[in-house]
């Protein structure tokens, strides 16, 4: 029979399955250059194939990406040629042609969805309902893939669905890149296609694979994108052009798109209020609480539950249980979608790259200082508010652990630190924060306060900076269990890949920059009608308040979009802080890398030692002298590889590169 290509590149060729890399923990098997009438002949073969489609998730799944470490709240020395812009169409340092990392192995992945989709129905030994799913599955991963392209290199080649006859010539086999808005219409009706036929849960054993709810999520992040600055009406993209010399970029602002933002979102959180599917994961307070760890009192928000609430919420154990394994994803309200066992994984290494040499970790991983100071003061308001009234202090150490003037500190610790918002002290890892490694079998490692000054075990030895560069390091992903040490174990978390906290953000975000009265179509075919409502972006963000224990944006904000927005994008900060390289595409999305990514990274004095003279010096904001921060307009888009370019003659560059 005639080989079809599904890829630009790729031709049909071998599907291989190692069983070393498949994240839904299944028996995989190896096709050498079968047929497609051979491969969708059996069951066995055709799950084969599907389970073959999910190494896209590999690649795509947004922990395994370099992003991840590669703008202005974490540093890791491996990502520095990321923070100074040492990269090209000629190197594209992890994304090397050799690198399974590569970003081009999404085309891997388009080509057998596309393949599957085509030719599961002549599987004789599946139900209807079977295939129905199945191909629901592998639309949602053909969407994940191009997202993956788009979100990084803009325009992308849109591979025909029927795929393309190998006896083409060279150069008719090579495609142009396609219009950023036809990309994004093409994802987001193959999502709102396989929402339309996934079921709305799965089992235990099927966590990793995609629900209604993900097919809706992933949809509302897609149109968020588009709809952002960076793609909506952009006149500095005006030079993205195919080989034809046709803009690819829209250059008229186009509010609707923020319109369908929303109304994704929307269709989520309805799908969600019908089947009670989703809300963000509350832990209540333990009876032996103490005052002084609770929210400092509000006489709106203290005695009423949640969402109204946080009368029943422990701030700080119910946003960092859902991220630490302390729950699972299973029994999470708040996860809608994981990529399994892989997620755990790649969240372990964090932990590896995170934790102190005392506890055998690699110590390397950074907290800038510009990510801690986003944190807000316990009582919502901002440091330099607090900074105002004498509340927010740079100056003195805690004298006694855990006492009611500052219930989350050990002693010893800068007061820079005290009475922080419960998300700091879930995600933080500052100098004199303690470590349980509770499941090492040595005494010694357990409840261990690290300190990072120079000369220490865990800070700068002479001129090696074998320690985190700014002296602040991450703590979102560790459990008290966590330890490398002897007997110890790292307990396995679940990869928030899309969680409901998000969604919420998605939604408020969008309707924030609505002046109009829109109609849009929901994933259903029925009409929405979305516009700017006070009451519908306060239903989404008080959620994220109160579970966080601070209390709620004012009236004079919801009104007032630019204050809003503005405020948003620090919730976005600090609510997903570390998770899906969400920072790194948002300050882009927004266009407000070029200057939040060009200001110099900060953090604490590394070269200051404990040292009870000049101990204070350690904590005086200072700039990173051996990272050179660099972000140009260029940049804004990731150039192809010279080697992609070669092999697609209709290939056309990203400006500038």
Not at 108 to 118: C, H
Not at 299 to 320: I, M, Q
Request: charged share 25%.
């Amino acid at each position: 029979m005639k080989r079809l290509l599904y890829s630009l590149w790729l031709a049909v060729g071998a599907i291989v399955c190692s069983s070393c890399a498949d994240y839904l923990d299944v028996d995989r098997y190896f096709y050498d250059q079968v047929s497609v009438d051979s491969a969708f002949s059996k069951r066995v073969y055709t799950e084969g194939w599907l389970h073959s489609a999910y190494n896209t998730m590999l690649y795509v799944g947004e922990f395994s990406e370099p992003f991840r470490w590669a703008s202005d709240d974490l540093y890791h020395p491996d990502m520095k040629d990321y923070q100074e812009g040492n990269y090209s169409a000629d190197n594209q340092l992890s994304d090397s042609q050799e690198s399974e990392s590569r970003l081009w192995k999404y085309y891997e992945g388009i080509r057998k969805a596309s393949t599957f989709i085509n030719n599961v129905d002549r599987c004789p030994e599946l139900t209807m309902d079977e295939k129905a799913d199945m191909k629901a599955q592998v639309r949602f991963l053909r969407a994940y893939s191009y997202w993956g392209l788009i979100r990084v290199y803009g325009p992308v080649p849109l591979i025909p669905l029927e795929g393309q006859d190998v006896n083409l010539s060279y150069e008719e086999l090579s495609l142009p890149r396609e219009r950023f808005d036809v990309l994004v219409d093409f994802i987001d009706k193959e999502l709102a296609e396989a929402a339309r036929s996934l079921p709305t849960k799965r089992t235990v054993n099927n966590l990793g694979r995609p629900t209604r709810g993900a097919a809706l999520g992933l949809r509302a992040r897609v149109l968020l994108y588009a709809a952002s600055p960076l793609f909506n009406g952009n006149t500095d993209l005006f030079n993205v052009k195919d080989c034809y010399g046709n803009q690819l970029v829209s250059q008229e602002y186009d509010e609707n798109k923020w319109a369908r933002a929303a109304a994704a979102a929307k269709d989520l959180i309805e799908l969600s209020k019908n089947a009670n599917l989703y809300e963000l994961y509350t832990v209540a307070p333990k009876a032996t609480s103490l005052p002084s760890t609770r929210p400092p009192y509000h006489e709106e928000y203290s005695n009423k539950k949640y969402p109204d609430g946080w009368e029943d919420v422990d701030p700080l154990l119910s946003y960092k249980s859902i991220f630490d394994g302390t729950i699972l994803g299973s029994k999470n309200q708040e996860l809608i979608f994981t990529r399994s066992s892989k997620g755990h994984l790649n969240i372990n290494r964090w932990n590896e790259e995170l934790m102190p040499k005392t506890l055998k970790g690699n110590n390397k991983l950074a907290v800038t200082q510009k990510m801690v100071d986003a944190y807000a003061m316990n009582d919502g308001r901002s440091i330099t508010e607090a900074a105002a009234t004498g509340d927010y202090v740079t100056e003195g150490f805690t004298t006694q652990a855990y006492v009611a003037v500052n219930p989350f500190l050990p002693a010893n610790v800068s007061l820079m630190y005290n009475n922080r918002e419960p998300r700091f002290y879930a995600s933080v890892g500052y100098s004199g924060s303690v470590w349980e490694a509770s499941s090492s079998s040595e005494t010694m490692y357990r409840n261990s306060q690290i300190f990072y000054y120079r000369g220490l075990n865990d800070g700068k030895q002479g001129f090696k900076e074998d320690c985190p560069i700014t002296g602040i390091t991450m703590k979102k992903y560790y459990n008290n269990e966590d330890s490398r040490t002897t007997g110890g174990y790292q307990v396995d978390k679940t990869e928030m890949t899309i969680r409901y906290g998000e969604i919420l953000l998605i939604y408020a975000e969008a309707l924030n920059e609505l002046t109009e009265v829109h109609h849009v179509t929901s994933y259903t075919g029925e009409d929405m009608v979305i516009q700017r409502d006070v009451d519908e972006m306060r239903y989404a963000i008080k959620r994220i308040r109160m579970r966080a224990g601070v209390p709620d944006y004012s009236d004079a904000t919801y009104k007032n979009p630019d204050d809003f927005r503005m405020k948003l994008k620090k919730e976005r900060q600090v609510e997903l802080f570390g998770e899906n390289c969400m920072r790194y595409f948002d300050l882009r999305r927004w266009k407000d890398a070029m200057i939040e990514e060009n200001q110099l990274l900060q953090g604490c004095n590394i070269n200051v030692s404990d040292d009870e003279t000049h101990i204070a010096d350690f904590y005086k904001p200072t700039i990173i002298t051996t990272v050179h921060k660099v972000f140009e307009q260029r940049m804004y888009l990731w150039p192809f590889p010279t080697y992609e370019l070669k092999r697609n003659v209709n290939m056309t560059q990203n400006p500038e590169w």
